[in-house]
């Protein structure tokens, strides 16, 4: 082998050693400053609440050996505390009432359910039926009278010698219904009479009927507004508990208005933005070092020089030419021909 390959054979092995051990240097170095950014960026972006004292109340924020925050509280101040003591034993009376409440709203509850079966039993006919039953009641009412007035006629008429007087007879009625019978004008005045005193019973039967109709649909409507009144009773008597709730809820929001305010303004302190900010800066400044650390110029000169023809030609020519032997090494110790001299050794340090 020609005695120049070998020598730029070894210039670049040697420059990629040192150009090697230049980069792992270097990307040691750029690790540990990207760690470094990163802590850096850590630290900056953690939350750092901040502990407030109001009129109401304070916060208070506690952190552990590694500053982060461990535990959160607030106190009230003893005058709210005083009031909200005082919430509290009203809570409970107002909830003792809302308990009450459905044994004092009993007897609505009772008092519906005696109304719906009462108006079921109104609706229980229909109105013809309702009708035909007030009818038949008022013929009841007005059959005695009718049968001593009837009893006054006929003795009259015996005592007139009347009797057998009979006038008035009509024929067959178009609807096929047998005409009126003759009888005396008296007779047929009192048939007229209880004729007529029929219609208006009949009429008012119908009415009757619809009213009793309306009669019980409105005593299930009255029962449905007496549960409804019952229910909403007893949702209402929970009124003055939420009230007492709403009090106390409301002292216990004022104190826990410093742990708000100081957890807000820990969250603006963070600052996330100027924390990435940061670590951009970090991470781009690592890698311009890194590129800086891992530059070798005698590296790039050793590993340009074995690639320059013209140099190892030259080279070649200084040591006259002559190939190396076996066992020749470079950058180390081996036998071979001294090319400064020519003669042999059995050790030869390039």
Not at 47 to 63: A, D, Y
Not at 64 to 75: F, L, M, T
Not at 321 to 341: E, I, K, L, M
């Amino acid at each position: 082998m020609p005695i120049g390959s070998i020598i730029g054979g070894g210039l670049s092995l040697l420059g990629g050693l040192m150009g090697g051990s230049s980069a792992r240097r270097a990307a040691e170095a750029q690790s540990r400053a990207e760690i470094e950014a990163a802590r850096i960026t850590a630290d900056e972006a953690r939350f750092r609440p901040i502990g407030i004292t109001t009129r109401f109340g304070q916060s208070q924020f506690t952190t552990g050996p590694d500053g982060r925050v461990s535990g959160a509280s607030y106190e009230l101040t003893p005058e709210l505390r005083a009031m909200q003591d005082r919430f509290m034993a009203l809570t409970g009376q107002g909830l003792s009432q809302a308990e009450a409440a459905q044994e004092a709203f009993a007897p609505l509850s009772a008092g519906a359910q005696g109304l719906f079966g009462l108006g079921q039993q109104y609706l229980a006919q229909s109105p013809e039926q309702a009708a035909q039953q007030y009818m038949a009641r008022q013929q009841d009412l007005l059959a005695p009278s009718r049968e001593r007035q009837m009893a006054q006629l006929q003795n009259r008429l015996f005592q007139t010698g009347r009797e057998g007087l009979s006038i008035g007879a009509t024929g067959e009625r178009p609807s096929g219904a047998a005409g009126l019978g003759a009888t005396t004008p008296e007779m047929e005045a009192y048939y007229n009479a209880i004729a007529q005193q029929d219609a208006t019973l009949a009429a008012q039967a119908q009415q009757a009927g619809m009213d009793q109709a309306r009669f019980g649909a409105g005593l299930l409507s009255t029962a449905g507004n007496l549960l409804t009144q019952g229910y909403a009773g007893q949702a209402g008597a929970l009124d003055p508990y939420k009230a007492y709730m709403a009090g106390l809820t409301g002292i216990e929001a004022l104190g826990q208005d410093p742990l708000n305010i100081g957890s807000a303004l820990g969250g603006r302190i963070a600052n996330p933005t100027g924390a990435n900010a940061l670590l951009q800066g970090g991470m781009a400044a690592a890698q311009s070092q890194a590129r800086a650390d891992a530059f070798n110029p005698f590296a790039s000169f050793l590993v340009g020089a074995s690639q320059n023809p013209a140099l190892m030609r030259g080279t070649a020519n200084l040591f006259g030419g002559r190939p190396a032997v076996s066992g020749f090494g470079y950058g180390g110790y081996g036998a071979g021909v001294n090319p400064f001299s020519g003669e042999y050794v059995g050790s030869l340090e390039f």
